[in-house]
């Protein structure tokens, strides 16, 4: 059974960092991706960042381009969202989820990944 185990959420200012982490098990062979989402109250679930683990490419949301950066540290099976210059508007629970095979690409579609976490609150203070 694959669990992923995202952490990290907390409350920062307009401006601040956070890194969020989600830690993976259960894949007993091949490799997947890895997609962080995010839903604030009253809207919908959206996708923010993926990797392909295997081929490294990855995809941002315009919203969070040039401010979050997604990355793997496939010996741990922990992949990461480092997010700067946090906005008030990012404040959100934020989800990773997984879907397999890894054919090389990935897209910010919920509808794309079968496998989900509980998420981490984000809160960021104006």
């Known amino acids: 059974e694959v669990q992923l185990q995202a952490s990290g959420g907390g409350l920062v200012q307009t401006g601040g960092s956070l890194r969020l982490s989600c830690a993976v098990s259960?894949?007993?062979?091949?490799?997947?991706?890895v997609g962080w989402f995010r839903q604030a109250p009253g809207k919908e679930r959206g996708g923010i960042s993926c990797?392909?683990?295997?081929?490294?490419?990855?995809y941002y949301a315009d919203s969070v381009k040039g401010r979050f950066t997604i990355s793997s540290d496939n010996a741990k099976n922990t992949v990461y969202l480092q997010m700067n210059s946090l906005k008030p508007e990012d404040t959100a629970v934020y989800y990773c989820a997984t879907v397999a095979p890894d054919r090389g690409w990935c897209s910010l579609s919920v509808y794309g990944f079968h496998s989900w976490g509980k998420g981490t609150l984000v809160t960021v203070s104006s």
């Open positions: 259960g894949f007993t062979f091949g490799d997947y991706i």
């Open positions: 990797i392909s683990r295997s081929a490294g490419v990855t």
